[in-house]
């Protein structure tokens, strides 16, 4: 299964078109801004300045550049083209004559390059890859391009031929998928022997870690195709594995894909948060055991909901399963949304399911406060790697919604847009993620494949008027296109409850609401204090009003009341109630408050 | 109303002598032996070792002869006394002329007496005068109390007199409750004097704190006479609690009163747990803000428990009230209890409402570990507080059970024992904490009056053989001893399901359930995994068996059992079981397991 680049799909109006041109017009520029402004931009000059910059800033700026890249086409604009071309230009000048390119080993460290593993020179060489093959590939620059593949090329002497480096894997992935990009852009074959190489290594001997962490930390605990479960660090884990999908596809490697579909598996069916978010705990940003899904201290950082995508699309394109685009979806309405403010200018880095804000503010006062979450988004972090992670993502979305096999186009996701492919010319008309219809209009002779949201509870299909049964096979639905095709499809949509397996601790007893892709949630702002109290014993009155900011949902509800004392040998008295529900992405868009997905 | 101390109370067969029986044969030898080990009793000679001992070593030392003290009377031991001679001695030996002694400043930091509020000294010293009074008061040594008398005389010389030492207030409260009993042990004045100015002194400059905590950490954040809300370290708060009220009880302060009652109330309606525990987090081992009691990473320091039963004792010294002996029970059958394993050796310094084996084993595998409660006892901790501190409780527990006041004889907790006091000469043969029944005999001519427990469902009390409702006041039942006088009371037990206040969000839409004093916990080992997902829709058919290891409840209950899937639409099935509970305190006897008071 091949999927349909992103620039082949014209959004049309609906939701994703519009987060794309906020993305362009308000993220894109204020994260640019943010940037400029804590040095970043500055940074890869390569001049000595008085504090050195972040390890990483380098790749910050790579995915804005990559973001960048993805949005010239539909949303051109000079300055953005400027700042794009004086930052290739300026990486390409600082650029030693051997390829490296690291803004601060080789101002802060020259004598270190190349000898910590822990510090991501490889990973940022990995963003500056993306960045310049997303750059020439989509015709908005082509330097960078030159100046990626001389760093390619340096890594490749240093790593694979001379072998003289202080290290053998990066403590971080990444440069393994952007050199699986790299030689898919340019055919160059040892882009691809690299990568392979890369993570044949990893696991196979004890390279140096952080020293407040063990082997799993970094997916170097074992040798990747023995790999089952998911451990560590949920962003390095989920860009290793996207490598190994990458390269488990383009060389057939069993032991890569068959380490892969055990790892989503691992993920989906036991480390997963309702909203797709992963890495449970704040300590080392990372998965812990299967089941351990705290709600409040929900780490679900927004990188690695991306991450996870990212590897769900790989994996599909290996072999398409629905689960795949399933999960893309759940990560993609919940958790990825979420790590943006409505406005497009805040970003949250962790995204918890549940908060509360009194004990927030508490903790804040404490010089030996634990980990919380932050309840409110800000505009830049100084580990800052999820802010520029999402431009790039919503650049690209529409890449999620098409693919092609044997002919066949599918439809993963129902996002409003045009699209040319398989023989088909098709246009599509949806509601989602507001409510469950979409128009399909395909010209041409050919297939497609419409995929059945898992959150459907029942399918209505007409081809050009009439009530239709399509073959259905694994949760997508076969239409043959011959001519001038209209399909009127609908999802039904309504709120329903979602039950977590009882392993999970943190939920037992306790279900959340979706509503269509949506998992929603209660505010304190709508709905007052004692949220973890308030009981919904049935959705079948629930209301659902679609308005100006998306939709609520309003439902009977019924909140527990206690006769005031701390303990008593009276139950609570259930008061009736009307619990406002939104979809978990929008909260927090007006100051801090309490929240709660899973209820009574 | 005056308790009667625990001197003049002959514990009788039942469940208190056996722990009492437990604590002089075992856990005090044990302790001994383990503190030995760690050279805890060898510090105390002041010789400069390779280890420099822990800064409060002395108060382990002071806390285990005040136990041994209290023990001497009923389980008579030579070699237990031969230590406590040996251990005066060298601590006589030790005294510097100017009558400072602390184990670790003379040797290490000589220069520094004095000068680092933080550090322990008068709250060693506090534990010093607490055993030279007990020594002293149970006429098993009278040594130590001339070294105390002689070291509180240099610290009110040192910081009431001359006012030169480099701090006002110790960082850890203690000294101020010691001096009290030194005051009315002795009768000398000037120890009353001091512990007061300790007080008045407190929260009114800007004294040195660790730098990682802020001034409510050791209550200094406010004049004790304005503190309202029980804030910071539970431990240091309960004792600073418990000099403010014996030094308003002595005094006649209602500044000190008033703010003593504020606080309990802080406490019992919005910061306990129901095991009576408090201190709610790891962090500074500290209380947090009302209504956060998390279960699983509840810290509930064993130390804190039992400091709250003694804040509660002197409350009721100053106004009689069943609530402050509601409160001892709470604590006392649970949270102090389950501070001790079943063999006496084993501790607890955390006292965790949900345990997670599981967890806590991969927890333990990470070098960036989280705080994550032991879930076995073991026999000492570095920071070794909490089992002298039960030893030396299980000591004197006779002395919560009777108060007099007014020629009434007060009946607090109902214990098998015997008592002469306020004209009477009472036996009391109690099935508590195990059943509901008690025959108390008293001859004499006085007034008895029995506490009716919070739990009871029904009181029945004959006098006499004669059925009898007597006059009832304020949750006591007054009954006239004329004479020979039997009463046979029975408060019904049965297991009664708790609720938590709404506002505590981790127990919302739960409930525990109670038996008699005792919180029941259910535990992994006989009821398998996912003690989350159990259910008990009722305890009508509530079966309680009484064995040879005190009680167990065995509950219908259902048990959540989900499609297997880690989110469902489908509502989980619920599968009929019986759920057998324990008394929470005999938790964790047999490996690590999980464990949960809070059901669905």
Redesign the interface.
């Known amino acids: 299964m091949q999927p349909v680049g992103f620039d082949r799909v014209t959004l049309t109006d609906g939701f994703w078109r519009e987060v794309r041109s906020r993305n362009a017009d308000v993220s894109l520029k204020n994260v640019y801004r943010r940037f400029a402004e804590t040095g970043r931009f500055s940074a890869v000059r390569c001049r000595k300045r008085e504090n050195p910059p972040h390890i990483f800033y380098d790749s910050d700026v790579a995915k804005w550049l990559e973001a960048a890249a993805y949005l010239q086409k539909d949303h051109p604009d000079e300055a953005v083209r400027a700042v794009i071309d004086e930052t290739v230009d300026a990486i390409a000048a600082s650029q030693l004559p051997c390829g490296y390119f690291n803004s601060y080993y080789q101002v802060y460290k020259p004598d270190k390059i190349f000898q910590e593993r822990t510090e991501h020179e490889l990973y940022c060489a990995g963003h500056l890859i993306e960045a310049a093959v997303a750059l020439d590939a989509c015709g908005v620059n082509a330097k960078l391009l030159r100046v990626a593949e001389k760093y390619a090329q340096y890594i490749y002497e240093r790593f694979y031929v001379k072998r003289d480096a202080g290290f053998v894997t990066c403590g971080h992935p990444e440069i393994e998928l952007a050199l699986v990009r790299l030689y898919e852009h340019t055919g160059e074959q040892k882009w691809l022997t690299l990568a392979k190489y890369f993570l044949d290594e990893r696991g196979t001997r004890a390279e140096a870690i952080y ?4 082997r799993t930390y970094d997916q170097s605990h074992l040798p990747v195709r023995e790999q089952r479960e998911a451990v560590g660090h949920a962003v390095r884990a989920f860009y290793l594995y996207t490598a190994m999908a990458d390269v488990g596809r383009l060389t057939d490697d069993r032991g890569l894909t068959a380490a892969c579909e055990a790892l989503f598996q691992d993920v ?3 480390k ?1 948060y ?1 909203t797709g978010g992963t890495g449970s ?1 704040n ?2 940003e990372r998965f ?2 299967a089941y ?1 899904l705290p709600n409040a201290s929900a780490y679900s950082e927004t990188c690695s909901a991306i991450a996870f995508a990212l590897f769900a699309g790989r994996m599909a394109k290996i072999r398409n399963r629905a689960a795949y685009h399933a999960a893309i979806e759940r990560a993609l309405y919940n958790n990825i949304l979420a790590g943006e403010s409505l406005d497009g200018k805040g970003f949250f880095y962790t995204n918890p399911l549940e908060a ?1 804000a ?2 927030a503010r ?2 804040r ?6 980990y919380q979450p932050l309840l409110e988004r800000v505009e830049v972090f100084d580990c800052s790697c999820c802010p520029p992670n999402l431009i790039r993502l919503f650049a690209q979305v529409g890449g999620f919604a098409y693919g092609e096999e044997d002919g066949t186009l599918y439809i993963h996701q129902y996002i409003s847009s045009q699209v040319s492919a398989c023989g088909c010319e098709l246009s599509v008309v949806s509601e989602m993620p507001f409510g469950g219809k979409a128009e399909i209009s395909a010209k041409g002779r050919g297939r497609l494949a419409l995929r059945i949201p898992t959150w459907q509870c029942s399918v209505s299909c007409l081809v050009g008027g009439e009530l239709c049964v399509p073959e259905t096979k694994d949760d997508y639905m076969y239409i043959p296109v011959e001519g001038d095709t209209r399909i009127a499809l609908e999802f039904e949509m309504r709120p ?11 939920d ?4 959340a609401v979706e509503y269509g892709p949506f998992v929603l949630c209660a505010e304190q702002a709508e709905n007052g ?5 308030i ?1 919904i014993p049935s959705l079948e009155h629930a209301e659902v009003v679609r308005g100006e900011e998306g939709v609520t949902v309003k439902v009977p509800a019924r ?4 006769d ?9 008295e259930k008061h009736a109630c009307t619990l406002t529900l939104k979809p978990y992405y929008s909260w927090a868009n007006h100051g801090e408050n309490d929240m709660q997905v899973w209820f ?1």
Do not use: C
Request: aromatic share 12%; glycine share 8%; no cysteine.
């Open positions: 020293p407040t962490v063990d989906v069916n036991r997963m309702v705990s300590v080392g812990t055991i351990d509360h009194d004990f508490y903790t006062t404490l010089p030996d406060a634990p329903r409850f979602v039950y977590a397996n009882e392993k999970v601790w943190q037992a007893g306790r279900k204090d004692g949220l973890s109290g009981e909140r527990l009341i206690s005031g004392a701390l303990y008593s040998y009276l139950p609570p009574l």
